[in-house]
């Protein structure tokens, strides 16, 4: 089984189960939200500029990808 990578992104009325990996890298950064929690969550994810992404569920046991151009970062990832 794969280790749980360390939360990287600051959350909002979520649960410690889900993750946020980021990989920032190049002119394009990518934002991996695991979800390891027992019940499907719905995540937002806030960028500091530009426009959010929409609310979206995760199942449980998986992940949802967001990519993103620089110079855009994100802020925070916050319950839906």
Not at 16 to 27: H, Q, T
Not at 51 to 72: H, L, M
Request: overall charge positive; some cysteine; proline content about 6%.
């Amino acid at each position: 089984m794969k280790k749980r990578p360390k939360n990287d992104v600051e959350r909002v009325g979520l649960p410690k189960c889900i993750v946020g990996d980021l990989k920032s890298a190049g002119a394009r950064d990518k934002l991996y939200v695991h979800n390891y929690c027992k019940k499907t969550r719905h995540v937002k994810v806030i960028l500091d500029e530009g426009p959010d992404f929409e609310c979206k569920a995760v199942k449980p046991g998986s992940w949802r990808k967001y990519s993103y151009n620089w110079p855009q970062k994100v802020s925070r990832m916050k319950k839906c």
